[in-house]
């Protein structure tokens, strides 16, 4: 990343990208098991039109196939979020530090960012994270649509990636909707990041405190409103991902591309089409972000 990375200390950078690696995996966990229920339904109404509301959704997941319905796939979120969110701080981390260092190296030396760097550090981290994010959602919403019962198309995770692997070839196959997958995650990490630090740089100016002061039910409301933000800037494409990744392959492919998928999502239901389902992903998101930030922040606390 050019001259300012060189004058980063090698040692203490790498000891901090530990910390983060660390500290996002243990939010990774706490985000899996708060949000995987709300996951399913939100699958289920962007991919089908059998629910008239996320109640219904839910009441039907419930009454069909029992309450553990709820957790399917979770096998493979748990494993691949928590390395995914270890990714997103990790990155986070070490595109911040980048740009301190080049602050601080500029004619007008400061050590802050400002909020578009914030962005592009956000945006950065997402990118890095849609290596693994992509083939691993595309799994867990393979296991989540999938019929129940003596209709299982998978047994598990792996036959699962078999299965998908083998129509295709990974690229085609496993990595289906990758493109659209790293626009998300640009969009949805930069607005992520930048949100729950421009709040807790808010609160720490305003109470003239350091960050590390910041209340801990202070970290988890910005945390909450930092993920309400991403989804909003991001949801579209979350969509047509998912639509996407529950296409049938060969003959059975209805989405030839992401743009084809746009045009008929466009076509077809419109405007709405494209937010099909926000309504629990937003009741998800508070939570399950509010939950994320504040275990990473208390982790990063208690390592440092």
């Not at 296991?143 to 692997?165: F, M, N, V, W």
């Not at 100016?205 to 202070?218: F, G, H, M, Q």
């Not at 933000?229 to 209805?254: C, E, N, R």
Request: some cysteine; glycine content about 12%; proline content about 4%.
């Amino acid at each position: 990343m050019g001259d300012a990375a060189q004058d980063l200390d090698a040692k203490g950078g790498a000891l901090d990208t530990v910390k983060d690696l660390f500290a996002g995996a243990a939010g990774g966990v706490a985000q899996v098991l708060i949000g995987q229920p709300f996951d399913i339904v939100k699958v289920r109404l962007q991919t089908s039109s059998a629910y008239s509301s996320a109640l219904d959704a839910a009441t039907s997941i419930y009454s069909k196939e029992g309450p553990l319905a709820f957790y399917k796939g979770t096998l493979t979120p748990l494993l691949g979020i928590g390395a995914c969110v270890s990714i997103q701080f990790g990155a986070f981390g070490y595109a911040r530090r980048y740009f301190e260092a080049a602050n601080a190296s500029s004619p007008s030396p400061r050590k802050e960012l400002t909020y578009g760097q914030y962005f592009a550090a956000g945006s950065f981290a997402g990118v890095a994270n849609s290596v693994i994010s992509g083939p691993i959602e595309h799994v867990r919403i393979r296991l989540q649509t999938q019929p129940h019962g003596a209709e299982r198309l998978y047994s598990g995770p792996l036959d699962c990636i078999r299965k998908l692997s083998a129509h295709s070839g990974v690229l085609q196959g496993l990595y289906r909707g990758e493109a659209v997958t790293i626009w998300r995650e640009a969009a949805a990490y930069g607005t992520w990041f930048l949100t729950f630090e421009y709040l807790m740089n808010l609160d720490a100016a305003r109470n003239r405190i350091s960050r590390s002061e910041v209340p801990s039910y202070k970290v988890a409301l910005y945390g909450g409103l930092a993920g309400e933000a991403l989804w909003l800037a991001s949801y579209p494409f979350d969509v047509i991902k998912s639509k996407m990744q529950t296409d049938g392959f060969g003959k059975d492919m209805k989405y030839k591309t992401m743009r084809d998928c746009f045009a008929q999502t466009w076509r077809g239901e419109g405007m709405r089409g494209f937010w099909k389902g926000i309504g629990p992903t937003l009741l998800r998101a508070m939570p399950v972000s509010a939950g994320t930030f504040a275990v990473v922040e208390a982790t990063m606390r208690a390592i440092s």
